[in-house]
């Protein structure tokens, strides 16, 4: 089966996809914003291949969103540390944490955000940069860019005709 690429689609969750979909590649971000760079604390973390490891990484590496630094000559050994494309991502990880403390742990929170200062829990949510107002469903949704092509244009008015129909969330 050949896997298909998304380099030619004009939306940005597809092209985001295209880089760090593979869900070993946001565990390696996860782990790296926990603080590790090193193969070896990659590996023994996610107890993974080491060959898949190698390719998640190189992967990353190529995409922009980790930088690989020498730290040894003989042998030689390397770290990963996040750039700021990768820093952008912690944004997307905190959303999969609230959702997945939300819907998927019957057990109980295993992480959680908070504040450095207090240490009370924080519930991330997403914000409008320019108001501070909270993204809520059906106070904003999406439509197309001054980029857009002519099917991604199509695309948003399907959208905005079912919206009109329905209260469709996004």
Known sequence: MTRKHFDDKQCPIARSLERVGEWWSILILRDAFYGLTRFDEFEKS?????????RRLTALVAEGLLERRQYSQRPPRYE???????RDFRPVLLALLAWGNRHFAPEGKSVILVDRVTGAEADPVLVDAHTGKPIAVGEFQLGAGPAAQEAMQRRMAVAAEKRAQNTATL
């Open 46 to 54: 996610l107890g993974i291949a080491p060959n898949m490891l190698t």
């Open 80 to 86: 990963y540390f996040l750039t700021e494309r990768g």
